[in-house]
């Protein structure tokens, strides 16, 4: 049987006793097990900030970038293999694996390029040089220095190479060692590109380390100078805020949670026009795309209620064109969900969705019995949803359409009702409507994508997450916010105010204040 390692200490080990299995999602086989039982992570965590972070802050930006790049070349070298191991262990199609191995791949790259424009330098100046009272010399400034802990980096099933190299591309930018915990449900993906990394020599000593399993008494090591940046569900989120070493050494939590991503249909959007057809083929993508199981997908879709009927049939229409199957064929779309607990959850979901007065607008074909598929669903609710639409994100091929009438701010005011999300898109060539909707969206929401006419084909839509925009979103998306170019390495830094004789602080650290 297959074992998947943790790599700690510069060393490649593995826990004790049976371990938790993973699965091939197309089919339930056990394909491996992963045990971190045993472990000594305080001495992982110890040997990361001694070794890792020493050497990261010996480097300048663009050491670091430099470093940053090789780990995305490899990555990408490598897709191919890793987009094989995808289809196994998530049940990725092939569009979807590609999907996640090139946005890690692509999120290095970038932060590669932006790291090797700030060259020499291993501070950051934050803002204005400020004269002190009527002083010339002695002056005051912010400058941005890597913490001196290790950042935790605690990751989803959905995205395990993506998820894990859009952290670590900002981490290690920033000039600080990461330890990456995957779930253990997919792990098997960012165990192998971990494994390339260090079989290559990319890794300096300590700068990455790799947890595959539970996550034990990890955060009970934490210190003053670490940060955990965590994405997953509200609930392990709150835990881990709450955690007592979080709370005793007041540690930066990241928190990257659920989110009921809208999508909102404007009244003067006909269905023969360009912007109508954006629309529908953002909505279907979120839908089938990794089945679904995208943080930024679009789960509720408000559409006026004059419209609701020609929706339907343009969405049914579309999902009914997407073959649900064997994820290794080109042909398939859509693959199953990720673990038995997802077909779980999306079965309840679905089922609560009902309940509470949702109808089925569209339902995907038969499914295999063994393997963990969900079929896509599109559901219609009552007049401005329910609660259960607005509070409960059913994370697979699930939308519901949102009938409503009124005005942008009532729409606004529904997309509201789920508590802050990471994503709404809106589509709309009405510049007055839309301007009303999105200063309504804007405070809810870490991102929002305006779709129209003229851009009706271009851009990836709303679930494609770029990395020089912020990622994140208030409430109960987690309130965190990663990425958005240079800004991302933000939480990894400490910002200190200096003050003292300008053309002295410039000399002592080669700085060109001014
Ligand atoms: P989860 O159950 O919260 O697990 C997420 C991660 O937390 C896994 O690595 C898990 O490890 C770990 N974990 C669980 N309990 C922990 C604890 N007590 N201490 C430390 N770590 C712990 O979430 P999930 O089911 O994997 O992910 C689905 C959810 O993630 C969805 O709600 C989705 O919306 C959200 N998500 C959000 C984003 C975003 O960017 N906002 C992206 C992707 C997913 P084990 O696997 O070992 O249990």
Known sequence: MVRVRSYLEGRWMDGDGAGQPLFDASTGAEVARASTVGLDLGAALAFARAEGGSRLRAMTFGERAALVKRLG?????????????ARVNS??????????????SST???????????????VMVDGDVTPILRSKRFVGVHLVVPRTGVAVHINAFNFPAWGMCEKLAVTLLAGMPALVKPATATALVAERIVALWEAAGALPLGVVSLLSGSAGDLLDHLGPQDAVAFTGSGDTGRLIKGHPAVLKWNVPVNVEADSLNGAVLGPDVTPDSDTFQMFVSDVTRDITQKAGQKCTAIRRVLVPSSRVAEVVEALSDRLANAPMG????????????????????????????????CTVAFA?????AAGYWVAPRLLVAPEGGTDAVHEHEVFGPVATIVPWSGDASEAAAIIARGGGGLVTSMYSDDASWSGALLLGL????????????????????????????????????GGGEELGGLRGVRFYSQRTAVQADGALLARALGLPLQ
Not at 341 to 349: E, I, Y
């Open 73 to 85: 070349e490899i990555v990408h070298a490598n897709r191919d293999e890793l987009c094989d191991l």
């Open 91 to 104: 049940g990725n199609t092939r569009s979807d694996a590609k999907f996640d191995v090139d946005g890690g």
């Open 108 to 122: 290095l790259a970038a932060y590669a390029r932006w790291g090797a424009a700030l060259g020499d330098q291993r």
């Open 326 to 357: 064997d994820p290794s064929e080109r042909a398939t779309i859509v693959g199953p969900l990720a673990t038995a607990s997802q077909r779980r959850d999306v079965t309840a979901g679905l089922e609560r969705l009902i309940a509470s007065g």
């Open 364 to 368: 995907g074909g038969e499914v295999p």
């Open 442 to 477: 804007l405070p809810w929401h870490g991102r929002v994508v305006w779709g129209s006419r003229k851009v009706h084909d271009q851009g990836a839509g709303p679930g494609t997450v770029l990395p020089d925009f912020v990622h994140g979103g208030p409430g109960k998306a």
